[in-house]
C-alpha cells in the first residue's frame, strides 16, 4: 500500500492518523480529502512534510473529484463524517448527506478501481448498555460489552447514519467483492477535538474562566480511549484485517461523565466541586459504552499504549494550554451555541 485517501484527514482523528502514518511508514504517501466544515482545520496537518501528503479541500459527496484520486490510490481510509451527536439533534440533514451519500460515493469509486476499503465507524451502532451495577457479571459477563455480534440498534441521527454506512460497506463485500474492512471504535481523546466534544468543552471552559458543564447527574459512562491508539489500531487492520471483517476498537476506559469533569478540575489545580449540572441530551442519551477488544487484540495482535487515563488527560490538558491559538477563536460561538438549549 504506497498510496492512501483519508478522508476526513483535517478532522481530530482522521488528522492524528494522517501523523501517525507520515511519521511511522515513510513510504506511504497520503492524500488528505477534506471538505474543511468547521470541524476540519488546516492546522490540524502542520508540519508535516509536503513531500508526504497532499490537502484536497472536496467533498465526499463530489464523485467527479473523488473518482479522479481514487484513480491514483491503492485504499480508502474513510473518517469523514458529521460526527457530534448534539448537532444531529438540531439538524439532521448534513449527517444524512454526509455519513450516507458521501459514503456510498466513496465505496463506487473503491468499486471501480478495486482500491481496498476501511470504513471508521463507532461503538454507537450497538445503542447502549446497562450501568454495570445493574448488570449480573457487573459489566464484565458475557454480552455486557459491545461485540461484533453485537444487534445494531442505533439512538440519533448521526449513530443511525453511521449504521447505515456501515451497512453500506457490508453490502459492497458481499455485492461486489470489495476488499472491505470496519472499525467500530469507543469514544476518543487526545489533541486536536473539536472544543464543542466534551473533554476539550470542559478544559476549554476553564482555561476561560467558564465552569464546566455537565449534562444531567453525569452518571453516563464513556469507555475513553486514546486517539493514538485508535491510529495504531486502524493501520493494524488496515494491512492485517480480513475481508469483510469488523473490529471493534477499545482500551477498558470506562469512566463516568461526572468523574471525567471532576478530574480534569483537580489537574486544572481547581476546586473538584466547580461545575455546573445543565440540561440532559434530548431525547435518547445513551447511559453507557463499553467495547470487547478481544477479536483485535487476538486475531490481529493489537494493543494499546496509553493505558493510563490520568495521564492522558494530563497531555490532553497541557496541549490545550499550550495551543489557545488553534481553539480561542471559536470558544465565544460554540458556548452561544450550547446556551441555546440550556447547556
Ligand atoms: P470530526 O468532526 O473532528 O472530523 C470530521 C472531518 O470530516 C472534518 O475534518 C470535516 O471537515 C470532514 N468532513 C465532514 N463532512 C465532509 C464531507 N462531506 N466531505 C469531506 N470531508 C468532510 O470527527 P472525528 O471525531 O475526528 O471523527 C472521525 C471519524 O471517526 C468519524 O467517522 C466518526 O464517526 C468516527 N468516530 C469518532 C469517535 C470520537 O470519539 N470522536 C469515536 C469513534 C468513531
Ligand atoms: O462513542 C463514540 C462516539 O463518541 C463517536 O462516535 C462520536 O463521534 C463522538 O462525538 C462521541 O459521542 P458522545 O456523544 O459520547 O461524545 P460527546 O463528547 O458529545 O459527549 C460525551 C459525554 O459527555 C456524553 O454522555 C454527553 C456528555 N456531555 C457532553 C458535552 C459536550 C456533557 O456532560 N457535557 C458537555 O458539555
Not at 482522521?14 to 488528505?32: C, E, K, Q
Not at 447502549?128 to 454480552?143: F, I, K, Q, S, V
Request: a negative charge; one cysteine or more.
Amino acid at each position: 500500500m504506497k498510496h492512501i485517501i483519508v478522508t476526513g484527514g483535517a478532522g481530530f482523528i482522521g488528522s492524528n492518523f494522517v501523523h501517525y502514518v507520515v511519521n511511522n511508514h515513510p513510504d506511504v504517501f497520503v492524500t488528505v480529502l477534506d471538505k474543511l466544515t468547521y470541524a476540519g482545520n488546516k492546522a490540524n496537518l502542520d508540519g508535516l512534510p509536503t513531500d508526504r501528503f497532499e490537502l484536497v479541500v472536496a467533498d465526499i459527496c463530489d464523485a467527479e473529484v473523488v473518482d479522479k484520486l481514487a484513480a491514483k490510490a491503492d485504499a480508502i481510509v474513510h473518517y469523514a463524517a458529521e460526527s457530534h451527536n448534539d448537532n444531529s439533534l438540531t439538524d439532521p440533514s448534513p449527517f444524512v448527506f454526509t455519513n450516507l451519500i458521501g459514503t456510498y460515493t466513496l465505496l463506487e469509486a473503491a468499486r471501480k478501481y478495486g482500491l481496498r476499503f476501511h470504513h471508521i465507524s463507532t461503538d454507537e451502532v450497538y445503542g447502549d448498555l446497562p450501568l454495570r451495577e445493574d448488570l449480573p457479571g457487573h459489566g464484565d459477563g458475557p454480552g455486557e460489552k459491545f461485540t461484533p455480534e453485537t444487534p445494531y440498534n442505533p439512538s440519533s441521527p448521526y449513530s443511525s447514519t453511521k449504521a447505515g454506512s456501515d451497512l453500506l460497506v457490508k453490502a459492497w463485500e458481499k455485492s461486489f467483492d470489495l476488499y472491505t474492512t470496519i472499525s467500530n471504535c469507543s469514544n476518543n481523546y487526545g489533541p486536536y477535538q473539536h472544543i464543542e466534544k466534551f473533554i476539550p468543552r470542559q478544559i476549554t471552559n476553564v482555561l476561560a474562566g467558564i465552569q464546566p458543564k455537565l449534562y444531567g447527574a453525569g452518571l453516563n459512562v464513556r469507555d475513553w480511549i486514546h486517539t493514538n491508539d485508535h491510529s495504531s489500531a486502524v493501520w493494524t487492520i488496515l494491512t492485517k484485517g480480513a475481508k469483510g471483517e469488523t473490529y471493534l476498537i477499545g482500551a477498558d476506559g470506562e469512566e463516568d461523565n461526572k468523574t471525567v469533569v471532576e478530574l480534569i478540575l483537580e489537574l486544572m489545580g481547581k476546586d473538584k466541586a466547580d461545575y455546573l449540572h445543565v440540561n440532559d441530551r434530548s431525547g435518547h442519551h445513551d447511559l453507557r459504552y463499553a467495547i470487547d477488544a478481544s477479536k483485535l487484540r487476538d486475531d490481529l495482535g493489537w494493543t494499546p499504549e496509553f493505558t493510563d487515563f490520568r495521564t492522558g488527560l494530563a497531555d490532553t490538558i497541557k496541549w490545550y494550554t499550550e495551543n489557545e491559538n488553534w481553539w480561542k477563536a471559536e470558544k465565544d460561538a460554540v458556548e452561544a451555541n450550547y446556551a441555546k438549549s440550556g447547556q
